[in-house]
């Protein structure tokens, strides 16, 4: 994230990964879309976004990295690209979402660095009742915490986040991790939730 082109290798090198487990469990909460509009922030190789055009879902994808909408568009059919739209921009310069289904953002929100309050807001006001929020968010203990643009928050600020909705899955990642910037001390929780229908 450092780097000028540091998320374009990085997405390059997902391309052929399989769906991560959290887009599976989100899938298994919400079911199939049925034309339902899900928003994928930070979809990177797109990998995830294929997933959810797969199961009926409409997707707006939005990501910075430039090379990440033709990674997506290579991989998709006809009839699945149709569901599609794609907005290249910064987390930051996101203006008010319109109603969504589904809120998908992997490994991504913490990288909104200063502008996350201001986008979780967002997506808060975003999701309709019964609609349903899955991402990670990087924890105090983490590494990257301390980097100036990452947003890290204690697990208590990250259930304070959530309080509007019914957590389904609240998960601690705590461990180290070999990454591109050596050993690190890895400290997430991956989230599932459902803003009430009342
Ligand atoms: C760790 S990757 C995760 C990609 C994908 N969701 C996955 O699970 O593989 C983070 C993604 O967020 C995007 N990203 C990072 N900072 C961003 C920002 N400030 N605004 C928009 N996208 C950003 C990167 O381009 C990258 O695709």
Known sequence: MDEPDGWSRYNATQVDREPRALVKSMLGHAGDGHGRLAVDLGFGSGVETEALLRRGWCVLAIDAD???????????????????????????????LSEVDLVHAAWSLPYAGDAFPQLWANLMSALVPGGWIGCEL???????????????????EARGLLEPLSVVEFDTIEQADMSARGLQHRHVFSVVARRPID
Do not use: C, V, Y
């Open 66 to 96: 430039p090379t990440a909408a033709e990674l997506l568009t290579q991989r998709l059919s006809e009839e699945n690209a149709a569901r599609l739209s794609i907005l290249t921009s910064d987390f930051a310069d996101i203006d008010a």
């Open 138 to 156: 990087f924890g105090d203990r983490d590494t990257m915490s301390s980097h100036p643009r990452i947003a890290a928050h204690t697990e208590a």
